[in-house]
């Protein structure tokens, strides 16, 4: 099993920024890959940033509306990634919750609350 903690989230003004972070924890050994989804009340859970990595290197995916606006990186080392969050928006508003993938299974963290004041 794999455990996931996010952390970072809370309450910022639109245009202000926050960083996510989502550790891994247990049986973390062959994870593929990380990364975050996002679900506002009343809506369906969208994807927002993902990292998959491999011999061959990183590969990292982002939904429209996290483009140009929405970083991820990840800490191999410490089996973290990171969600970098800037010119934040009030339809950014959500829940957060990082996801692993691993053997084909995905695991899910509990979340962590962002929420965007105009």
């Known amino acids: 099993q794999v455990q996931l903690v996010e952390s970072g989230g809370g309450l910022v003004q639109a245009g202000g920024s926050l960083r996510l972070s989502c550790a891994a924890s247990?049986?973390?050994?062959?994870?593929?890959?990380m990364g975050w989804f996002r679900q506002a009340p009343g809506k369906e859970r969208e994807f927002v940033a993902g990292?998959?990595?491999?011999?061959?290197?990183?590969?990292?995916r982002y939904a429209d509306p996290a483009k140009g606006r929405f970083t991820i990186s990840r800490d191999s080392a410490k089996n973290a990634v990171f969600l970098q969050m800037n010119s934040l928006k009030p339809d950014d508003t959500a829940d957060y919750s990082c996801?692993?993938?691993?053997?084909?299974?995905?695991?899910w963290g509990q979340g962590t609350q962002v929420t965007v004041s105009s």
């Open positions: 247990g049986r973390t050994g062959s994870l593929y890959g």
């Open positions: 990292i998959s990595w491999s011999w061959s290197g990183n590969n990292i």
């Open positions: 996801y692993a993938d691993q053997f084909g299974n995905r695991y």
